[in-house]
């Protein structure tokens, strides 16, 4: 028989070990025990005697003695109902503790009850024996049929050798899916060294091992770096080729949304490299502990994530807000399971209804007597709201003129608006409405005796559903190809956890009328971050220069009325505040009078459903809009050759005074 046939074989029986009845293999491990225990002292008497056929005399009494004490304190604790396979220190404390138990049992018995007595030396042996037989023969046996079950696993190597990745190895040895094959650590304490049964390595020597051992995946095991070095890691991973995935972060873990040996797709978050400040405690508090607050939009991706992060701060009652039915059921029930899980004693109260229905948002404030609003509900896909100009102006402009009137009426404390660097020098609809709402709201602080009215700008967010990277994540999945609108574009990103956090500590620091713009970083290139992603899940940018590669980057031209990059300032008037990620800009306003007559103008062309009219008055309310060359509106251009005059030309900027 040829080796490889052999080894076959012992595949085969190794695998059908493995799925035999419990009750089977439990026997086949206590006769083991039975068989090995005698075996012990009979080497250990040839060992003392110096020869294969030792003299016996006093054997029987002994081996039985042997085997009549080990087995119950082995039963007892637990050695026959470990699984081989995951077989860890708790099983070989077993071991010793019975092989202990026995050798005390047949010290005493050679010493004052046997009939022929034995060297001490024997009774010693024997426990030397007898430890190696029991935990030897399970070690071996979890080795065998790992490495056998192993087979056609995916051969990974795991970044970080501390406690993470030894509880992640541990976890993974004999599941079938992964197979570690090396530790990688930066730590030269521990490389060199050995956990369970895996080298560790200096990351340098990872390279040379990539080829040799088949090595197809590395895994970070490393919850508590930061992003920073997370990012570095990555970086210097990228060119192996290899696909690489993470666990969770720490924080996660500790606070139960995920477990220590979940293995997830790197987060773009790492990618990035950006390490989130600290929240300050009194900011996150000042407008949220013990008060009534409202978050409207509390079904996206910013307005659930502030309901999270709301509850927790322990407001006395949450009021949810939202005009999808499905969105506000979602997110009104993971809230109750956080309520019950940390045994927060906050109501939450989950109401359906529009932001632009002043009487019904008027009435909810009042009846709840909301001291904050959080105003997240705003459509904010460009293209969509571009192609949707009527709706994108009332429910982004018309809704938080509304909700900010039902304020004053119901005397609200502090009011935030969530804005969007797309408002600042805006190309398109969506942009141009954000900073419309703006204007509106810095117009409405000169009549407010109570209400605090600012707004927080920030870029985009990371996994909401605008967000490019679940659509690449998506793409890649199905084999690409990606699709890219340019390969210059550029975009600022931030996590949604952070950016929450930020808004309600923002909003602390309020004066009135304040437009506050919060520290993106530095802008990404869409376009390597797309091949980043692709070279870290283990393929391969197909292009000029690589052909045969395994996903192909699609350029579709930058959408209507779309930046090549966005903006977070209008103009570099700028001021520091009481967080350093956070900045106060100092933009130009309107009266109120020339803004209301600009709002009661606004409604007049929505109703007619008159476009260029609602440009112009776009155009009046923010000057610095440079609209497309031509009206996107869907309904709009489908009236065809009839429709009027839709050019940039064709509703040119009226004179206002100022």
Request: charged share 20%; net charge neutral.
């Amino acid at each position: 028989m040829s080796r490889r046939s052999a080894s076959h074989s012992y595949m085969l029986m190794s695998r059908r070990m493995v799925h035999l009845p419990r009750l089977v293999k439990q026997l086949i491990m206590l006769l083991a025990d039975v068989a090995m225990i005698p075996a012990a002292l009979w080497s250990a008497l040839a060992l003392k005697q110096g020869t294969i056929a030792p003299d016996l005399a006093g054997y029987q009494a002994l081996a039985f003695l042997g085997v009549a004490s080990t087995i119950p304190v082995f039963a007892r604790l637990g050695l026959y109902r470990a699984v081989v396979r995951f077989l860890g220190p708790r099983a070989l404390y077993a071991v010793l503790t019975g092989v202990l138990v026995s050798v005390a049992v047949l010290a005493v018995f050679n010493a004052f009850f046997a009939a022929e007595h034995v060297s001490l030396a024997v009774v010693f042996i024997y426990g030397i024996n007898a430890l190696v037989y029991a935990a030897g023969s399970r070690l071996l046996a979890r080795h065998l049929f790992n490495s056998h079950i192993g087979t056609g696993a995916e051969r990974v190597a795991i970044y970080g050798a501390g406690d993470a990745g030894a509880r992640l190895s541990a976890a993974l040895m004999g599941g079938g899916q992964c197979q570690p094959v090396v530790f990688v650590d930066d730590k030269r304490a521990l490389q060199g060294s050995i956990i369970n049964g895996i080298e560790v390595i200096a990351p340098q020597a990872l390279l040379p091992l990539v080829r040799e051992r088949e090595i197809t995946g590395v895994l970070l095991a490393l919850p508590s770096a930061s992003r920073r070095r997370k990012r570095d890691i990555l970086g210097w991973l990228e060119p192996f080729g290899l696909h690489v995935r993470s666990l969770p972060e720490m924080s996660d873990i500790v606070s139960g949304k995920a477990r220590f040996d979940e293995i997830r797709e790197v987060d773009v978050a790492d990618l990035l490299g950006r390490d989130t400040v600290p929240p300050n405690p009194q900011l996150m508090d000042s407008c949220i502990r013990g008060k009534v607050v409202m978050v409207t939009g509390a079904g996206g991706s910013i307005g659930s994530e502030l309901c999270r992060q709301i509850l927790q701060l322990r407001p006395r009652h949450l009021v949810v807000f939202e005009m999808s039915e499905l969105a506000l059921y979602t997110v009104h029930h993971e809230l109750l399971g956080m309520v019950q899980k940390l045994d927060l004693n906050v109501e939450v109260s989950a109401l359906l209804g529009n932001a632009h229905h002043r009487d019904r948002v008027r009435e909810v404030l009042l009846a709840f007597g909301v001291q904050t609003v959080y105003h997240a509900a705003a459509y904010k896909h460009v293209p969509i709201v571009e192609e949707n100009m009527v709706e994108g102006v009332h429910n982004n402009v018309v809704s938080t003129w509304a909700t900010a009137e039902a304020a004053l009426d119901a005397k609200v404390e502090t009011f935030v608006l969530v804005s969007t660097d797309k408002a600042v020098n805006p190309t398109n609809v969506m942009g141009a409405t954000k900073r419309a709402a703006e204007i509106v709201l810095q117009a409405m602080h000169e009549r407010s005796h109570k209400t605090r009215f600012c707004m927080v700008r920030f870029g985009n967010v990371l996994a909401s559903s605008g967000s490019v990277v679940p659509l690449f994540q998506q793409q890649i999945a199905k084999g690409g190809p990606i699709t890219v609108t340019h390969p210059d574009v550029t975009r600022y990103f931030m996590t949604i956890p952070e950016a929450a956090s930020l808004v309600i500590q923002a909003g602390s620091m309020s004066r009135g009328g304040d437009v506050f713009v919060l520290d993106m970083g530095k802008p990404v290139r869409i376009d390597d971050l797309a091949r980043r992603m692709v070279n870290l899940m283990g393929l391969t940018v197909c292009d000029e220069s690589n052909p045969d590669g395994d996903i192909e980057i699609k350029y579709s031209g930058l959408r209507p009325a779309e930046k090549l990059y966005e903006e977070l300032l209008i103009g570099s008037n700028v001021s520091g505040t009481d967080h350093p990620m956070i900045m106060r800009a100092m933009e130009h306003s309107l009266p109120w009078a020339q803004v209301e007559a600009l709002l009661a103008e606004i409604l007049i062309a929505l109703k007619a459903f008159d476009c260029p009219e609602v440009v112009r008055i776009l155009r009046a309310m923010v000057v610095e809009y440079s609209p497309a060359d031509r009206i996107h509106d869907l309904v709009w251009t489908s009236h065809g050759p009839s429709a009027p005059p839709a050019t940039i030309a064709a509703f040119p900027p009226r004179k206002v005074a100022r």
